[in-house]
């Protein structure tokens, strides 16, 4: 290939390439080296402590590089057991110092729900990738400033969304786009936990955002959304408590129904208190196919209307998705769970409440 054109082919090949953050060469020098990314994990509460921690050792791309907490018992701790240099442990206050830190590649944000912008924007403007729990935030004008920053720091921002791993979930998908069944007609998605003691943030309106919808209806409502494939175009949605004391701030019980542009229809529940409601189920034009449970960490299955069962070895999602999100990093590539994606769900999570609020079906066309 003559000089001139090779050049021309090489800068418009790195062009086209160019991803939406950059993996620095250091970033993949090391990881090259170790193998791994070091990950340090911001908010040292039940997720991280029972899941996320011990999900990072069955990694492959990852390993538990740094800590972020108010908690200096909690600090002592989790450097005695999973052996982590002092110099990786910050405090939220002193997050930006993660700068010179080259042993951390990536923080994982897992604080109540409206922390995770001050969080995620903190640890980007360090140059750090940022992964973050559901909900990504708890309004829409947040998570787009999540977004930003992290686009302005060149890095990768990912929205924490294990079912999108699930391999039971991702057969429910191939079943749609491949109209095993025919089309889908009608979607049902619920999920409910007994959310327990009063005295906790995530009953707290300021740093919460929201009740069950925010915390566990956000997996029935991705999920109509990942099946079809569709964005919703318009959305109605009652709430209802049995405990306005507890309640007062955020909802207790909220039921939605979602149509999308294809003219199928989902409708769907959450609750902090009505008992057990753990499913997922697709009417089509020829059968139906449903899981129950289906939002679980572990142990989800579900069966078909011909008969078959829909169940696979059980992986630990946590794991699945972290390594997913370090190879894009490492790889360059864009991951299927950006933070756009979490901005949707919030969106259409606050036309739920307008519905609530209104008495009216909501556009989001
Ligand atoms: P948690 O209450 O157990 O932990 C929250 C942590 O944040 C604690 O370590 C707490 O000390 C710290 N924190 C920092 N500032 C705080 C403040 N001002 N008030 C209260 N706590 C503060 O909560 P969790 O169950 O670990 O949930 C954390 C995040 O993870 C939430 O966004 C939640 O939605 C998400 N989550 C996701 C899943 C999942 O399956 N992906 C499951 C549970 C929770």
Redesign the pocket.
């Known amino acids: 290939m003559p000089e001139v054109s090779r050049r021309q082919f090489l800068a418009s090949t790195a062009a086209a390439m160019a991803a939406p953050f950059i993996s620095t060469s250091s970033t993949r020098a090391r990881a090259q080296e170790s193998g791994k990314l070091g990950v340090a994990i911001c908010?040292?509460?039940?997720?991280?402590?029972d899941?996320i921690a011990p999900a990072l050792m069955k990694t492959r791309h990852c390993r538990l590089a740094g800590i972020v907490?108010?908690?200096p018992a909690?600090a002592e701790a989790w450097k005695a057991k999973y052996g982590i240099p002092a110099g990786n442990v910050y405090s939220?206050d002193t997050m930006d110092r993660m700068a010179d830190n080259p042993d951390i590649d990536l923080v994982y944000?897992?604080?109540?729900?409206a922390?995770?912008a001050q969080h995620t924007i903190q640890a980007a403007q360090a140059g750090k990738h940022v992964f973050c729990?559901?909900?990504l935030e708890i309004s829409v004008e947040r998570c787009q400033q999540m977004i930003d920053a992290c686009r302005n720091a060149g890095r990768l921002l990912g929205t924490?969304?294990?079912c999108q791993y699930d391999p039971h979930h991702l057969e429910c998908i191939r079943l749609v786009r491949e109209e095993v069944f025919g089309k889908p007609t009608i979607l049902q998605a619920g999920f409910a936990i007994d959310v327990g003691v009063a005295d906790?943030?995530?009953l707290k309106r300021a740093?919460a955002g929201g009740g069950a919808l925010?915390?566990v209806g956000i997996y029935a409502l991705q999920a109509t959304r990942y099946l079809t494939g569709e964005e919703p175009i318009a959305v109605s949605a009652q709430q209802t408590s049995t405990d306005p004391v507890k309640f007062a701030e955020v909802d207790e019980s909220v039921v939605w129904t979602t149509r999308f542009p294809s003219g199928v229809v989902a409708y769907c529940s959450t609750s902090y208190k009505a008992g057990r409601i753990q499913n997922l189920r697709v009417n089509a034009e020829r059968g139906w196919f449903e899981l129950d449970p289906a939002f679980f960490?572990g142990g989800n299955h579900g069966r078909r209307s011909d008969g078959k069962e829909i169940r696979y070895p059980e992986i630990d999602?946590?794991a699945a998705e972290m390594d997913d999100f370090a190879r894009c990093i490492i790889e360059r590539k864009p991951t299927r769970v950006p933070g756009e994606e979490g901005l949707r769900d919030v969106r259409i999570m606050q036309a739920i409440y307008e519905s609530v609020r209104t008495g009216k079906t909501v556009s989001l066309a």
């Open positions: 908010g040292l509460g039940k997720l991280s402590t899941q907490t108010g908690t909690k939220y944000v897992v604080t109540p729900n922390l995770h729990e559901k909900p924490a969304y294990r906790q943030w995530r740093l925010m915390d960490y999602l946590f």
